[in-house]
């Protein structure tokens, strides 16, 4: 049996690849922008909520996603990419939210600056988040 990319790309998370994960990470694959429950409830309209949720809750467990609390005020969601570990500081980048479409993208290559906290606050998570105008919208 030959297992496709995204069958791969879930087992190595540990992740049981699941018709609904499957088209739910292809899903996440063709967008270039970050992506909510909402956004995953219009596409996917015969699927359970719950479900849909879940998916997203199991993936975000496992690594193969990163949650994102962007100005929008709905909680979004990304792929990681392959070696990523989700560990502060070393896997926390830039995010820009798009004011007029509303849409979140990552910049993984854009890491958020060091702060030296003082002493007894330990980190464990990160968010850097720019809003404006992104170029389909600024045009």
């Not at 392959?82 to 004011?99: A, I, L, R, W």
Request: aromatic residues 10%; glycine residues 4%.
């Amino acid at each position: 049996m030959n297992m496709t990319n995204h069958e791969q790309r879930l087992l190595s998370r540990n992740i049981q690849p699941t018709a609904m994960r499957i088209r739910i990470l292809s899903f996440m694959v063709e967008n270039k922008s970050a992506l909510g429950l909402p956004d995953l409830e219009e596409t996917f309209t015969h699927a359970d909520r719950t479900t849909l949720y879940r998916t997203l809750k199991t993936f975000l467990e496992h690594g193969l996603v990163h949650q994102i609390n962007d100005a929008s005020g709905i909680t979004k969601y990304a792929l990681c990419s392959e070696n990523c570990t989700c560990s502060y500081p070393d896997d926390v980048h830039v995010h820009f939210y798009c004011t007029s479409c509303e849409q979140t993208f990552c910049f993984p290559h854009l890491g958020i600056p060091h702060y030296d906290l003082p002493e007894n606050f330990i980190p464990s998570h990160g968010s850097f988040v720019i809003t404006g105008s992104c170029p389909s919208c600024s045009s």
